[in-house]
């Protein structure tokens, strides 16, 4: 079946750098993405959205890039920090007779110090 | 704090058994999902409820139920339980639910450990 994925499982930056999480997803017909930060012990936090009439969306420190043609969705995190480091999900939300949110698997980042 | 509750936080039970979880959705949203989670699945979606109706469902399994109740906040029943069926159970909620895409705001989750 159709689902998001990630490229990469675990990504190690260094404090004061700046963070790319990737994304691919599979449905066409998606036309919603959400970026999700999971921090140990703690459910799913809403960090940024963004709806396929758009291709960049900034919040505070974050950007959402979302390329249709490839199917390709990226979350950049400017200046990272020791908080930063937990799971990121990216999940896309069809419009069909049902609604759901399919998430991708996660990448965990970790930020050294 | 994103203002769904869940309860109970730590649920220990043995197989065979049957367990409820509850969730609260936020102030004026009409819809409640769950999800499970576990180590080799990442984040499955169960079912949505929609102003105390069956809106979607997903991989939910016959042993499982869910119920949404005039005050809104909603039941997730485990039963016959299995080994297999420990994980994080979450619940999350959004303002609508008639078709619209929004944004779904989680519980912190409800530990299952089934021994």
């Known amino acids: 079946g159709e689902s998001v994925g990630l490229h990469l499982p675990t990504l190690s930056v260094q404090e004061g750098d700046n963070s790319i999480i990737n994304c691919a997803y599979s449905?066409?017909?998606?036309?919603?993405f959400i970026w999700y930060k999971q921090e140990s012990g703690k459910g799913p936090q809403f960090i940024i959205d963004?709806?396929?009439?758009?291709d960049k969306r900034q919040g505070q420190r974050v950007t959402v890039l979302l390329n249709k043609t490839v199917k390709h969705l990226s979350l950049q995190i400017a200046a990272t920090q020791p908080g930063d480091s937990a799971v990121y999900f990216c999940?896309?939300?069809?419009?069909?007779?049902?609604?759901?949110?399919?998430f991708g698997s996660g990448t965990r980042l970790l930020v050294r110090p | 704090d994103s203002g769904v509750t869940q309860t109970p936080k730590h649920l220990i039970t043995a197989t065979g058994q049957r367990v409820t979880l509850r969730c609260s959705p936020r102030?004026?949203?009409?819809?409640v999902y769950w999800y499970q989670q576990s180590l080799d699945q990442g984040l499955q979606f169960l079912i949505q409820y929609y102003n105390g109706e069956e809106r979607a469902k997903g991989n939910i399994l016959e042993r499982f139920s869910a119920q949404q109740f005039p005050d809104l906040h909603s039941e997730l029943n485990l039963s016959s339980l299995e080994l297999g069926d420990s994980a994080l159970y979450f619940c999350?909620?959004?303002?609508?639910?008639?078709?619209?895409?929004?944004?779904?705001?989680f519980g912190p989750g409800t530990r299952l450990l089934v021994l």
């Open positions: 963004i709806r396929s009439n758009m």
């Open positions: 999940a896309e939300n069809m419009m069909d007779s049902s609604y759901k949110l399919i």
């Open positions: 449905n066409s017909a998606s036309d919603y």
């Open positions: 999350a909620s959004s303002a609508g639910g008639g078709g619209k895409l929004e944004t779904q705001y």
């Open positions: 102030s004026g949203d009409l819809s």
